[in-house]
């Protein structure tokens, strides 16, 4: 379905972008993005969803608003003790009205994960889960120095496979800031076909500074099954 006015006009300079348009925008409204875990990058990865447009954002998190809940500007101290995953709902919906943002139900069937745990080993469980579902996914890892963001396409290298061991520095809010932006902008380039660069890749921010590398799949990693037949290592 062709796009709205409204649609137009909410996205009028995002659709100007190389690469975007009206099509590239109807397939981010109709993406189903699952973001989980309750890292420091997910509010910020929720926001970015949001105000591109994708089209459904459900939002994996059990657990309760606490002040030190690193949501920063997403969350108030009104919200403390709330569901955290119903109040970044209603941030989403903040964010863009025309989006629909609700807190995720067992069932419900997504295109697409942004995995925010709040450790690697958190996200590890959550990125296979996603491999096994043959669902593109991206994990957002928050330390101490920034970060780093991972894409993984259906069939590509893992998530295991692509990990670095992080410094062991105490991740920190403008980290997940920066970082959850980031990992929203590399799922929305896997949604669409803006950009002809290489999608399996890893972003590292390391005091601000992007270093991006081609992911490598490790030998005798579970990610070599049928599932990647037919992609490149
Ligand atoms: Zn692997």
Redesign the pocket.
Known sequence: MALSEAEVARYARQLLLPGMGEGAQETLRGARVRVTGGGLATAPAVYYLAAAGVGTIWIDDPDLVTPDTGAGFALGRADAGRPRAAALAEFARSANALVTAEPFRPGMRATALLICGATPDVSRAIADEARLLQLPHVVADVDGQGGAATAVPVGA??Y??ATRPGLGAPPTAEGGAAVGALAALELLLLLTSVSQEPRARRVEVFRGTPLVRATE??PG????GPSAAGLAP
Do not use: G, L, V
């Not at 990693?221 to 070599?224: G, N, S, T």
């Open positions: 290298p893992c295991a496979c799949r490790q990693c579970a990610c070599m």
